[in-house]
Nanobody, 119 residues
């Protein structure tokens, strides 16, 4: 069974950076698209970013384009989301998933990690 574990969440100052790793111990994810979604308090899920199999390409929601960077290290079975220039509206639970959320092909999700941007 595939297990995805998000790390790195926490409190970040407005405008500050934060890096979210998503690890999949013992799982070879290199042939899969991977991505991130988020859920703000009281709201539905919002797709954030996707990276295709291998080393890309990458796709971003307009709300994070130019501020967030998705990347992957296939040798370490790890997906990353680098958050820069954070805004209060980035406060949410962030989930990583195997597959492309936009194509309804995500079959495994992590448990989520909370990101809170404080002003």
């Amino acid at each position: 069974e595939v297990q995805l574990v998000e790390l790195g969440g926490g409190l970040v100052q407005l405008g500050g950076p934060l890096r979210l790793p998503c690890r999949a111990p013992g799982c070879n994810l290199s042939s899969y698209a991977l991505g991130w979604v988020r859920q703000a308090p009281g709201k539905g899920f919002e797709w954030v970013s996707t990276i295709n199999s291998g080393s890309g390409p990458t796709y971003y929601a307009d709300s994070v384009k130019g501020r967030f960077t998705i990347s992957r290290d296939n040798a370490k079975n790890t997906l990353y989301l680098q958050l820069n220039s954070t805004k209060t509206e980035d406060t949410a639970m962030y989930y990583c998933g195997r597959g492309d959320y936009r194509e309804y092909s995500t079959d495994y999700w992590g448990q989520g990690t909370q990101v809170t941007v404080s002003s």
